[in-house]
């Protein structure tokens, strides 16, 4: 079946770094994929879509220019942490659709967990 | 108000025991999808069932199942024979148009099989 394959699993950085959380569809090709933020024990939160060769589309209160995504293929976005401070570490989690808005099957990756120090 | 209300925060069920979790959702779409999803202690978001609004008939998968009421806006989940298993953070979720087909989650509810 299709898979959705996030890396790194685990990652600590020091705080004022830069840090990339790659999301892959291994097995077919996504034009959309999603960004979510997840606390201990709480709901999964959008933090934006993202859009195969164009911008992504941030939900409000999500800082564009801390959390860059870059849609660069139909199998790869990429989540990248800028001057990451202490309150950003989290698990953050991706997910791709194989059929954009047919509420078909929508694959999540594995989770990165974010500690900054 | 909440878009996906899932009032019950935790829960607990014997080992074998049949277990229901509710949903309530709001929308003024006719079409839309619903999903369950199981977090277990990994992380690893799962899909255990998935219903589409313009079908009556409620969606069965092995042990769950689900009471689709969209008259009440109601979603609930029918855990069957629970194993130790299905302890996992469980989600309610729907998608339609009117939240840009987007997922929107409820809060979760922690479901604890005990032996």
């Known amino acids: 079946g299709a898979v959705v394959s996030q890396h790194p699993s685990r990652v600590i950085c020091k705080s004022g770094t830069s840090v990339k959380i790659e999301c892959r569809s291994l097995?077919?090709?996504?034009?959309?994929m999603f960004w979510y933020r997840q606390f201990p024990k709480k709901s999964l939160m959008l933090m934006a879509t993202?859009?195969?060769?164009?911008?992504?589309?941030?939900e409000q209160g999500v800082e564009k220019d801390k959390f860059l995504i870059n849609h660069a293929s139909l199998t790869l976005s990429t989540l990248t942490v800028t001057s990451a401070h202490p309150e950003d570490s989290s698990f953050y989690i991706c997910?791709?659709?194989?059929?954009?808005?047919?509420?078909?099957?929508?694959?999540f990756g594995e989770g990165s967990w974010l500690t900054v120090v | 108000a909440q878009t996906v209300t899932q009032s019950q925060p935790e829960m607990s069920v014997q080992e074998a025991e049949t277990v229901t979790l509710s949903c309530t959702y709001d929308t003024s779409e006719s079409n839309y999808y619903l999903f369950w999803y199981k977090q277990p202690p990994s992380r690893q978001m799962i899909l255990v069932i998935r219903q589409e609004a313009y079908k009556q008939q409620n969606a069965t998968e092995n042990r769950f199942s689900v009471n689709f009421q969209k008259a009440a806006k109601s979603f609930s989940l029918k855990i069957s024979d629970s194993q130790l298993g299905d302890t996992a953070m469980y989600f309610c979720?729907?998608?339609?148009?009117?939240?840009?087909?987007?997922?929107?989650f409820g809060a979760g509810t922690i479901l604890r099989v005990k032996s």
């Open positions: 097995d077919f090709q996504a034009t959309t």
């Open positions: 997910s791709a659709e194989n059929q954009p808005h047919s509420g078909n099957t929508i694959y």
């Open positions: 993202s859009n195969e060769g164009s911008k992504a589309t941030y």
């Open positions: 979720a729907f998608m339609t148009t009117e939240y840009g087909n987007k997922l929107v």
